[in-house]
């Protein structure tokens, strides 16, 4: 049963930078592509970034230029340096394992990250 934990979130001013972390336990194979969603209060979860096994990214466009994902090779563990971050992208976040997806339909309990104004 694979387990997430999120880090690195908290309270910054527009224009801050934060940088999460995601490490997945519990299995040591397979490697997968891991994906970082938000959600913010009232609203659906939404995509925000993934990268594959190759290193591969993909970004929603409102954060491109921003955010920056990496992850290491032989781990399934992930990170999102967040920059310039704005108000609007105040919301819970979230790694998940597969590309774009939640393959193995598990969530981390999250880390919330919240800019000011």
């Known amino acids: 049963q694979w387990r997430l934990l999120e880090s690195g979130g908290g309270l910054v001013q527009a224009g801050a930078s934060l940088k999460l972390s995601c490490t997945a336990s519990?299995?040591?194979?397979?490697?997968?592509?891991m994906t970082w969603f938000r959600q913010a209060s009232g609203k659906e979860r939404e995509f925000v970034a993934a990268i594959s096994v190759s290193s591969f990214t993909h970004y929603r466009d409102s954060v491109k230029g921003r955010f920056t994902i990496s992850r290491e090779k032989t781990k399934n563990t992930a990170s999102l340096q967040m920059n310039n971050l704005k108000p609007e992208d105040t919301a819970v976040y979230y790694c998940a394992l597969g590309w774009m997806t939640n393959d193995e339909g598990v969530w981390g309990q999250g880390s919330q990250v919240t800019v000011s104004s």
């Open positions: 519990g299995r040591a194979s397979p490697l997968y592509a």
